[in-house]
């Protein structure tokens, strides 16, 4: 991702014949881009937040989920009994974060799509989740509380057991200490800006298909790939990305989720939100747009891809 719309278009004036560079500079798409600390436990009360536990009312409640009968029959025949032996058990949701929407709203435009206040706090089961787009498997809370009624809510006692059982299987097995796991990663502090994102060009991304095919049938395509090499170099993005298009591993993750017009909400880097403690692949979060509109986030799908 570009950190402004500027730095984008000298990138294309660099690197692009002068009669394509309108068209491309066109594909460039508003997201707003995300930059946590380096440092663990950094983290300040009701901000924009990568891990930790969630700032919550007094009366907060952690979310858990009890998969169905139904819902494990919808998992893939690959996977192993252990999976489905997860119906009708009560499971912790991982925190993945929250985003502080006036820190959002402060970027300008970009942010209009998502409410002007509050926080959103973004749950999910990395477990069974990877294996599933389900909205079993999410959790999206919008949390309006004033910043003068919130704590930071102390992390659910069944997620700490799993996640200091994993440290210690780490430590015993292949003698190293996660700070993170796939339970619980520690909470840093979070820096946003109002960005715009290239397309990705090998994912198959509908909004932007037929202007590859084009270029391609002109004989631009090495001139495009030799700018899209350089655009990989720009900034500091760490995958992490509020609204736009998502910049998938594999195929389009929208593809993974029926009906249409789902778009995305929250791009997670999964080896960033745990540091280089073992991390892999991305969560991307995805919401329909009228939904979004009624500020509705109980149907929220995540597509994992690695």
């Known amino acids: 991702m570009f950190?402004?719309?500027?730095?984008?278009?000298n990138?294309?004036?660099?690197?692009?014949?002068?009669?394509?560079?309108?068209?491309?500079?066109?594909?460039?798409?508003?997201?707003i881009g995300l930059t946590p600390s380096k440092e663990w436990d950094t983290v300040t009360l009701g901000r924009t937040r990568i891990g930790g536990t969630p700032d919550a009312p007094e009366n907060f409640e952690w979310p858990h989920i009890e998969p169905s009968l139904d819902d494990v029959a919808r998992l893939p025949d690959y996977l192993?009994?252990?999976?489905?032996?997860v119906a009708g058990t009560r499971r912790p949701l991982v925190f993945i974060g929250q985003i502080d929407l006036a820190q959002a709203h402060a970027l300008?435009?970009?942010?209009?799509?998502?409410p002007d206040s509050g926080r959103l706090l973004f749950f999910w089961d990395g477990g069974v989740g990877q294996y599933s787009a389900d909205s079993t498997y999410t959790r999206v809370v919008w949390d309006t509380t004033p910043i003068e009624q919130l704590n930071t809510a102390d992390l659910a006692e069944d997620l700490r057991t799993q996640h200091e059982?994993?440290?210690?299987?780490?430590?015993?097995?292949?003698?190293?200490?996660?700070?993170?796991?796939?339970?619980?990663?520690?909470?840093?502090?979070?820096?946003?800006?109002?960005?715009?994102?290239?397309?990705?060009?090998?994912?198959?991304?509908?909004?932007?298909?037929?202007?590859?095919?084009s270029l391609e049938q002109r004989g631009l395509e090495e001139d495009f790939e030799v700018f899209y090499e350089a655009s990989l170099d720009v900034g500091e993005w760490q995958g992490y990305q509020l609204l736009g298009l998502p910049d998938p591993i594999q195929g389009d993750p929208r593809d993974d989720v029926e009906p249409a017009d789902w778009g995305l909400l929250f791009q997670v880097p999964m080896n960033d939100w745990q540091l280089g403690d073992g991390?892999?692949?991305?969560?991307?979060?995805?919401?329909?747009?009228?939904?979004?509109?009624?500020?509705?986030?109980?149907?929220?799908?995540?597509?994992?891809?690695?």
Do not use: C, K
């Open 80 to 85: 192993p009994e252990e999976y489905r032996a």
């Open 108 to 114: 300008g435009d970009v942010a209009s799509p998502l």
């Open 3 to 9: 950190e402004s719309r500027r730095q984008a278009l």
């Open 11 to 31: 990138l294309i004036e660099e690197h692009l014949p002068s009669d394509i560079q309108d068209e491309i500079a066109d594909l460039l798409t508003p997201a």
């Open 165 to 213: 059982a994993d440290q210690w299987y780490w430590e015993e097995r292949y003698s190293q200490w996660h700070h993170a796991t796939n339970y619980f990663a520690p909470g840093r502090d979070v820096e946003l800006y109002a960005g715009v994102m290239l397309p990705p060009r090998y994912a198959g991304v509908v909004e932007v298909s037929e202007v590859f095919e």
């Open 279 to 306: 991390g892999d692949g991305a969560v991307y979060f995805l919401i329909q747009s009228e939904a979004l509109a009624r500020r509705d986030f109980s149907n929220v799908r995540a597509v994992y891809q690695a």
